[in-house]
């Protein structure tokens, strides 16, 4: 489907689809709860959500993925050197690195603030050399650069029935909570890396310090105090994801029931990290296939009765409608029936 998607879009250059091509595979290889979301999407909108998430992944692949073959120093470079490619990219709209000729393009397609990409590129960077944070506060600033940045990146893209200003706050916030919600997921993984994104004063009211953390990894011993702790954070992220709420109804009515459903996805996570008596420390959770494809099937729901709609108020008077697509275990029709298939 991705030529279907970059036809949408209007995108005809052949170098500029091979590069959003590329992010599209991005996203599918590394977020399959944001990528199955995408692909509810309309059509023509696609390709740009696909180069702003690959983007993202490109740098912390870089950050992350590369930790075992490149120095400190030489991912700083390399950070460095994507920073000033973005910047060429941004300001000339030409890129020889695919990840940024997309997203540079996808910029200047909606007029997308290029501050929003360098406070991104400076909150990887942070990663190379931060692996605490003192406080929640801290964190929030860490992660303006990291998460609410990409939800403000997503809202032109997205569209909004409300003055953009209106939605800003919201999308940022849905940023941070689908970023808390890793954070708390990911927290053995982190650990492992050598760092703990969550707050040290919320895990120092419960009695638990780097020390006891890395004690339970290596033994799988479990530990009420951690639990207690694991538990805080959750509804912590859960108070972030009430202020998100709101701006879902903001957002132009085509894109709200994929953006509904990465919200059910990825809140459905802390679900699943509390049914699993919060035991990150030892393995990720994840929402169960089945629950991921009722979720879908919802949207997809959403989407044949928001088409049908669209078609009634296009129909001149007198003339008989035609019927929306049939939702199946599939999907509707022969468009998104296709591709979302929950995994």
Request: proline share 5%; charged share 30%.
């Amino acid at each position: 489907m991705t030529a279907r998607e970059l036809d949408a879009a209007g995108i005809t250059d052949a170098r500029l689809r091979s590069a959003y091509t590329r992010c599209r595979h991005l996203n599918a290889r590394h977020g399959k709860t944001y990528f199955l979301a995408t692909r509810l999407l309309p059509v023509d909108r696609r390709s740009a959500v696909h180069a702003l998430y690959g983007f993202a992944r490109w740098a912390d692949d870089i950050v992350d993925d590369l930790a075992a073959e490149l120095t400190p120093e030489e991912r700083d470079r390399a950070l460095t050197r994507l920073d000033r490619q973005l910047d060429e990219g941004l300001r000339d709209g030409r890129s020889d690195e695919p990840v940024v000729q997309a997203v540079a393009d996808t910029a200047r397609r909606y007029a997308i603030d290029p501050v929003l990409f360098h406070d991104f590129m400076a909150s990887m960077r942070s990663d190379l050399h931060v692996t605490r944070y003192p406080t929640y506060a801290d964190l929030r600033t860490y992660m303006h650069g990291s998460a609410a940045v990409i939800g403000l990146q997503m809202l032109p893209v997205l569209g909004t029935v409300v003055p953009r200003a209106e939605a800003e706050p919201h999308a940022a916030a849905l940023g941070v909570a689908f970023q808390l919600t890793n954070f708390l997921r990911d927290v053995g993984e982190d650990l492992d890396r050598g760092r703990v994104y969550l707050p040290e004063d919320l895990l120092a009211a419960h009695g638990v310090d780097r020390q006891l953390l890395q004690w339970s990894r290596d033994s799988g011993a479990t530990d009420p105090r951690i639990r207690a702790a694991f538990e805080e954070a959750a509804q912590l992220t859960r108070g972030v994801y009430r202020e998100a709420e709101p701006g879902l109804d903001m957002l132009d009515r085509r894109v709200r029931p994929c953006m509904r459903t990465a919200f059910t996805l990825y809140g459905g996570i802390l679900d699943a990290i509390a049914e699993d008596d919060y035991r990150v420390l030892h393995g990720r959770s994840v929402v169960p296939r089945r629950r991921r494809a009722a979720v879908a099937l919802t949207a997809l729901a959403g989407i044949a009765g928001a088409r049908a709609r669209a078609r009634v108020t296009r129909t001149p008077a007198g003339v008989r409608p035609r019927a929306a697509a049939p939702v199946t275990a599939s999907g509707p029709g022969t468009d998104a029936g296709r591709e979302v298939r929950p995994r």
